[in-house]
């Protein structure tokens, strides 16, 4: 499961199934970003 307070541009942070370990997926381009892009109404 996603950790997705921990995501950034970069990484992507998993809780293993045995609720103690983590596991990190990291990439040298970013894989996630941010819109910030806002709405006016």
Do not use: K
Request: proline content about 5%.
């Amino acid at each position: 499961m996603e950790i997705e307070e921990e995501r950034t541009e970069y990484t992507t942070t998993y809780a293993n199934p045995d609720g103690v370990t983590f596991s990190l997926s990291q990439s040298t381009v970013p894989v996630q970003w941010v819109d910030e892009w806002t709405i006016v109404e």
